[in-house]
């Protein structure tokens, strides 16, 4: 079954608006949980990794200010995405690890107007 | 950083036809996973591989990882159009700071014909 949960799979949204997106570990604690975007046709990039109890840290390029990450428990972490552009539509995935494997969720549609 | 290059970038094969796909990394592999994914959806698990000369196998996948650890082939047996989506490999980067962080290849896409 599955082992980690996003919420929403798919969101739409006017330009300007902020929109969130959860991640979940079921039935495990994740202290540490990573968030990717994947554009069309292309393949996974890292944007930043989220810290249960400290400040997420950011990949070069990516925006802290813009893409908000909280990891509010062991089993929450959550992407806001700030004053969204038609740009910033992409398939947003997060992951977590679990014994030593990556688990990723089935990833959240956003598509800004 | 660490670049990881797939090959080939799609396959087309005929029900029951093996297959090979590869993953080259321009530095030596920490952990290398293998992913499946749907278009539109999450990754799946297959393996991942950690030592030189590794390999796994999950039903009729094969996941090899060279003595060198700078490339790992998948090898699926007998495919089926189960079998179709998009492969990813990704793999971690040296260092304990980077325990997690995966950087993807460019993906294969595979089309299997019944």
């Known amino acids: 079954g599955a082992v980690v949960s996003q919420h929403p799979s798919r969101v739409i949204c006017k330009s300007g608006t902020s929109v969130k997106i959860e991640c979940r570990s079921l039935d495990f604690q994740a202290t540490t949980m990573f968030w990717y975007r994947q554009f069309p046709k292309q393949s996974l990039m890292l944007m930043a990794t989220?810290?249960?109890?400290?400040?997420?840290?950011?990949e070069q390029g990516v925006e802290k200010d813009k893409f908000l990450i909280n990891h509010a428990s062991l089993t929450l972490s959550t992407l806001t995405v700030t004053s969204a552009h038609p740009e910033d539509s992409s398939f947003y995935i997060c992951s977590a690890p679990r014994r030593d494997t990556q688990y990723f969720g089935p990833g959240t549609r956003l598509t800004v107007l | 950083s660490q670049e990881l290059e797939q090959s080939p970038q799609s396959l087309i094969v005929q029900e029951g036809k093996n297959l090979t796909i590869n993953c080259t990394s321009s530095k030596t592999l920490y952990g290398l996973y293998w992913y499946k994914q749907k278009y539109g959806e999450g990754l799946i698990f297959l393996m991942m591989l950690q030592k030189g000369g590794e390999e796994k196998s999950h039903e009729k996948i094969t996941a090899k990882l060279d003595e060198k650890k700078q490339q790992s082939s998948l090898h699926i047996t007998a495919s089926q159009p189960s079998h179709a989506g998009i492969y990813l490999c990704?793999?971690?980067?040296?260092?304990?700071?980077?325990?997690?962080?995966?950087?993807f290849g460019q993906g294969t896409i595979l089309t299997v014909h019944p």
């Open positions: 989220s810290n249960e109890g400290s400040k997420a840290t950011y």
């Open positions: 990704g793999a971690e980067n040296a260092g304990g700071t980077s325990y997690g962080k995966l950087t």
